[in-house]
């Protein structure tokens, strides 16, 4: 899905139950040219002689169902290498929810990463039987110039950053559990 807004270009992917998810090498080549033929229809059509885009951003959202890796919150820490679920017993307490956000900087002065962790919840009046899942956003943004010249060298950064980063977050059991050792690339 190409979405246009002033001053912004978005080349997404929408995944849907059943279909391959796709590589970044395979989605990479189709956001190349889509933008090409945006670049040109801007020029075609106004008195501009260049399109410089100052800003990349590559985002990623993870979803992990109840049953899949998890199945109670108190088991989140067998997903996540991050979390630690405090011993709340003696005080008669049962987590209910999750949530948090964190802030890095791509050193040097290269970008940020954003990380958002949170938990979907079946809602009483929808009609899915889908049970709640744990998701997790992963957004690498940074400028294009200065330190990172080239849109090109922005996107490869932000998906290597957010790669590297999913593999640091998520635990060895869970990638045994997917089959696979490190998941960056």
């Keep these: 899905m190409?979405?246009?807004?002033?001053?912004?270009?978005?080349y997404n992917w929408l995944?849907?139950?059943?279909?391959?998810?796709p590589t970044y090498e395979s989605v990479r080549p189709e956001f190349d040219d889509q933008w090409e033929k945006f670049r040109g229809f801007v020029l075609s059509n106004s008195d501009e002689s260049v399109v410089q885009p100052n800003q990349w951003e590559i985002l990623y959202v993870n979803r992990f169902p109840q049953g899949s890796v998890w199945n109670?919150?108190?088991?989140l820490p067998q997903l996540l290498t991050f979390l630690h679920q405090p011993d709340f017993d003696e005080l008669n307490l049962e987590?209910?929810?999750?949530?948090?956000?964190?802030?890095?900087?791509i050193l040097p002065n290269k970008g940020r990463l954003y990380v958002k962790l949170g938990l979907t919840m079946k809602k009483p009046d929808k009609k899915q039987n889908e049970s709640p899942c744990v998701v997790m956003?992963?957004?690498?943004?940074?400028?294009?110039?200065?330190?990172?010249?080239?849109?090109?060298e922005g996107l490869e950064l932000g998906h290597k950053t957010i790669t590297n980063a999913f593999d640091c977050?998520?635990?060895?059991?869970?990638?045994?559990?997917?089959?696979?050792q490190h998941v960056n690339s």
Aim: hydrophobic fraction near 30%.
């Design 2 to 10: 190409i979405q246009i807004q002033n001053g912004r270009f978005f």
């Design 15 to 21: 995944g849907t139950p059943g279909t391959e998810y």
């Design 72 to 75: 109670e919150l108190s088991d």
């Design 95 to 105: 987590p209910d929810g999750i949530g948090g956000e964190w802030r890095f900087e």
């Design 137 to 152: 956003t992963l957004t690498a943004r940074g400028p294009v110039g200065g330190s990172t010249p080239t849109l090109d």
């Design 169 to 180: 977050l998520t635990s060895a059991d869970a990638k045994k559990i997917w089959g696979v």
